[in-house]
């Protein structure tokens, strides 16, 4: 029987596909896997996770082995966070019971992470369920000795709680009420207690909040955690770190609507003053690395240089 698939499915093509796998008994596993590893596109959706689901049934039946080769392919060729979170979810029972080395791949975290600051809410709350299941089950995984430990840091050794921390900091950046966030604030110091990729995860949630008190909040608190985190990280400026700077924090402080007068003080100048205290601060710690610094200043954005004395 010869299969005619196509590069994206609808609906119907899902059922009329699925019927035909139903009742076919001479299509070769050799297909099925060609036509497995075929949807592993950043186009794939909800309706191919489905029609995936059903082709991997078979295929397991006959061959055991080739998820756990299937999920290697995958978490090397995809990059998009949607579709990959979406994938991990709908298998995750498998992954979490039978394919515990798949979630301590540096691939697994980077489809994570990169989930947890997409524009689509229901992409992050899936990146959020894999993280949370994770550390949930933390225990059954040999921290001492994770290839990824270099994302966590030292977090892995701590107990739940900071853990609790900081899932309660991003379900709170979901919400659009200030008083639910401002409640957080005094919790953003377990922060220095994780790699600088998961500080800048929370950072840049409060950098894209739709209430410009809270991106203030956000602009305030991330000069205070790169003091503190210069302090303690002094071998070396963390690259997730920089980014952030030149990127998120520069394009934040663009907005306009960020600079109010108060109390006879201009916002404008205080934050001026908190910049160039921060860069000042990283170029005076990294002193071997103050040319990298300056030059992903003045490719991020040149005007930030003049804030530096």
């Excluded at 061959?63 to 298998?91: E, M, N, W």
Aim: glycine share 4%; aromatic share 10%; proline share 2%.
């Amino acid at each position: 029987m010869e299969l005619n698939i196509p590069c994206h499915l609808e609906t119907d093509e899902i059922q009329e596909l699925s019927n035909q796998l139903e009742t076919a008994s001479n299509i070769s596993v050799e297909k099925l896997e060609e036509v497995a590893f075929s949807y592993l596109n950043s186009d794939a959706g909800k309706q191919e996770i489905k029609f995936i689901s059903r082709i991997l049934g078979l295929i397991e039946s006959q061959d055991p082995s080739f998820f756990k080769r299937y999920l290697r392919v995958f978490l090397t060729q995809i990059k998009d966070p949607v579709f990959g979170v979406h994938f991990l979810c709908a298998f995750s029972n498998a992954i979490f019971t039978d394919y515990k080395s798949v979630i301590v791949s540096g691939e697994f975290w980077s489809l994570v992470q990169s989930s947890l600051t997409h524009d689509c809410s229901l992409t992050r709350k899936r990146g959020l369920y894999l993280a949370k299941r994770f550390t949930d089950d933390l225990q059954s995984f040999p921290v001492n000795n994770l290839p990824v430990e270099n994302i966590f840091g030292g977090c892995l050794s701590k107990n739940n709680k900071i853990w609790e921390d900081y899932f309660l900091i991003l379900e709170c950046l979901e919400e659009k009420q200030v008083h639910i966030i401002q409640q957080i604030l005094n919790r953003l110091q377990i922060l220095q207690d994780f790699d600088a990729s998961w500080g800048a995860i929370v950072f840049r949630r409060f950098f894209v909040h739709q209430n410009i008190i809270v991106v203030r909040w956000g602009v305030e608190q991330f000069f205070q955690y790169v003091h503190a985190k210069t302090a303690t990280d002094a071998n070396g400026i963390n690259m997730c770190l920089l980014d952030i700077i030149v990127h998120e924090l520069l394009e934040t402080l663009n907005l306009t609507k960020l600079y109010s007068k108060e109390e006879g003080e201009h916002t404008g100048q205080t934050l001026a003053a908190q910049l160039s205290d921060c860069l000042n601060k990283l170029l005076a710690t990294y002193k071997d690395q103050q040319t990298l610094i300056i030059n992903s200043l003045v490719e991020g954005n040149s005007s930030c240089i003049i804030l530096i004395s």
